[in-house]
């Protein structure tokens, strides 16, 4: 099982010492909406995600991968077809990757 964006910027945070408010202060957010997205209760923006990594010191772009792939897998979950169309959207993903 992949982990949660929620569990890792919990655990982060937990592991350094600080406090939902402190985290929640400095990026700005509510405490309230910062305890749901490390529950999983509600999805943070790129940019909530991107201020939080910041403070927490965690890499950009393993925070990143992470939160387009749970971005992506809560989208298309419950499609009957939803592995298929990962595949097309990888071979899409390639082909504007060379075009650009």
Known sequence: MVESIGN??????ET????LR????VVEI???LLSKIERGE?????Y?????AKFLKIDEAEILT???????AN???DEKYAKEALKVAEKSIKYFSKTI
């Open 48 to 52: 909530q995600i991107l201020s939080i």
């Open 42 to 46: 509600r999805n943070a923006t790129r």
């Open 8 to 13: 890792k910027i919990r655990s982060i945070r």
């Open 16 to 19: 350094k010492g600080l406090l």
């Open 66 to 72: 992470l939160w387009l792939g749970q971005k992506i």
């Open 30 to 32: 509510d405490q309230a």
């Open 22 to 25: 402190q985290v929640a202060a």
């Open 75 to 77: 989208e298309i979950k």
